[in-house]
């Protein structure tokens, strides 16, 4: 007999990670709720996957933007059994010294509202299907370990989900919600390039070095293993890196 497909929304899946990991469950027979800023992007996750996935042009800073995320959601397929709170910003470059309020009220307003906002509608979702319930996984950063210089918003966002993740696990068990993080090092994806790690990214001493990356697919491998847990367990934190990568002694 055939099972129900399971049920996804995937914040920030038209690039990068959200792309790698929207298209990894789509392939895997899940039916996937897409959320992004732009449409085209979203059009392109979506090539060749029909009607299990559902585009959704939002920005997850806006709450009225979320919750017709997940009412689009839950209108086709009756229910969210994950949600990968993946969308963000590497944001400023700078001390927090430099860096105007303005781009740091930005940072957050994406990196760590936008995640609280879909946690939030995810939790009530999951909370109506209890005791089902569902998983929550938070896209936090090896930067909630420790610091890149001149990261300092992208830093304390990311440090702050872990704290979102932890709360969420703990206001969850009643309901059969789960909630996990995965911190990821050095995807061969656009922010990459942004950080220079592929002609020398700035380091602890002020030095710069070439960095070693990882397919973005072994990224979503890991996340997709933590979204197919039976209910019965979860992760609660993983940690994936480029292997070699100046993570581990940092500074």
Known sequence: MNETPRVAVVTGAGSGIGRAVAR?????GWNVALAGRRAAPLAETAEGFGDRALRV????????????????????WGRVDVLFNNAGTFG???????????DWEAT???NLTGSFLCAAAAFRAMKAQSPQ???????GSISAHTPRPKSVAYTATKHAITGLTKSIELD?????ITCG?????????????????????????????????FPVEEAANAV????????????????????????????
């Open 181 to 213: 993080q995965i911190d990821i090092g050095n995807t061969r994806t656009e922010i990459m390039t942004t950080l220079g790690v592929g002609q020398g990214a700035l380091q602890a001493d002020g030095s710069r070095r070439i960095e070693p990356t």
């Open 92 to 102: 400023p470059s700078g001390d927090v010294g430099e860096i105007s309020p303005q």
């Open 57 to 76: 042009a939002a920005d997850v800073s806006m709450p009225d933007d979320v919750e017709r995320l997940f009412a689009e959601a839950t209108g086709r």
């Open 224 to 251: 997709v293993l933590m979204a197919s847990l039976p209910p019965e367990a979860t992760i609660g934190s993983l940690l994936i890196t480029a292997s070699g990568m100046p993570f581990v002694g940092r500074g």
């Open 133 to 139: 319930g569902g998983r929550i996984i938070n896209n």
């Open 108 to 110: 957050v307003s994406i």
């Open 172 to 176: 969850g068990r009643p309901y059969g």
């Open 24 to 28: 990894r469950l789509l392939a895997d």
